[in-house]
């Protein structure tokens, strides 16, 4: 079974810094999502990656797939206390479709002001 | 906008006792998957459904059952609460016709005691 590793587990950052949460597969990924959720909530959708070298942005949230390494990275620019939450990354293995996704077991971020 | 709606959201049982986590979604979304969420785990996946009518198993299927009706609903049965079945557990949809983006409910909190 496909296996993703998140590093790292837990984050501090000063408000405005730069920070990035890599997320590595046991296996070759097929499709990677990134969600954020904040404590005792739901999983609020961010990106979704498909192609080995595709970048995506969304406001200050930048998402790479290296297929090569099996890993995804994202990074937040300038980071605000909105930002904090748990990360989790999901991929679709290579059996299955998306109904099949398998999650690490997320970043927490915190932002202090 | 309903989305993806998970009934009840929090909810205490004794051992041995038996209940249904309801969850629907309005989005005509071939795919609906149940996963729980416990601390340092990240989200596991129970069981899913492709389609009404059809359903499989996944990682963590031991102690639940589902069924799959309609294309709406997807509701997961516990049939004889456990303490280690003390969990929070989100239902999930999505479809090829939507990108691939997978809804999530806003997650149902159970305590087994």
């Known amino acids: 079974s496909q296996e993703l590793e998140q590093s790292p587990q837990s984050l501090i950052v000063q408000e405005g810094k730069n920070l990035t949460i890599n997320c590595t597969s046991s296996k070759t990924l097929y499709g990677l999502y990134w969600y954020k959720q904040k404590y005792g909530e739901g999983l609020i959708f961010l990106m979704m990656l498909q192609k080995g070298g595709e970048e995506k942005s969304h406001e200050k949230i930048t998402a790479k797939l290296d297929e090569k390494k099996q890993q995804s990275s994202l990074h937040i620019t300038a980071s605000q206390p909105s930002h904090a939450g748990i990360y989790l990354c999901?991929?679709?293995?290579?059996?299955?479709?998306?109904?099949?996704?398998?999650f690490g077991t997320g970043t927490k971020l915190q932002v202090i002001p | 906008n309903a989305g993806v709606t998970q009934t009840p959201k929090f909810q205490v049982l004794k051992t041995g006792q038996s209940m249904t986590l309801q969850c629907a979604q309005d989005m005509n979304h071939e795919y609906m998957s149940w996963y729980r969420q416990d601390p340092g785990m990240g989200l596991r996946l129970i069981h899913y459904?492709?389609?009404?009518?059809?359903?499989d198993q996944g990682e963590v299927p031991n102690g639940y059952n589902v069924s799959r009706s309609t294309t709406e609903d997807f509701p997961l049965r516990l049939l004889s609460a456990a303490p280690s079945q003390t969990s929070v557990y989100f239902c999930?949809?999505?479809?090829?016709?939507?990108?691939?983006?997978?809804?999530f409910g806003e997650g149902s909190w159970l305590t087994v005691v």
């Open positions: 999901g991929a679709k293995g290579a059996s299955g479709g998306y109904q099949k996704v398998t």
């Open positions: 999930a949809s999505s479809s090829v016709h939507s990108g691939n983006t997978i809804y």
């Open positions: 459904s492709v389609g009404a009518g059809i359903t």
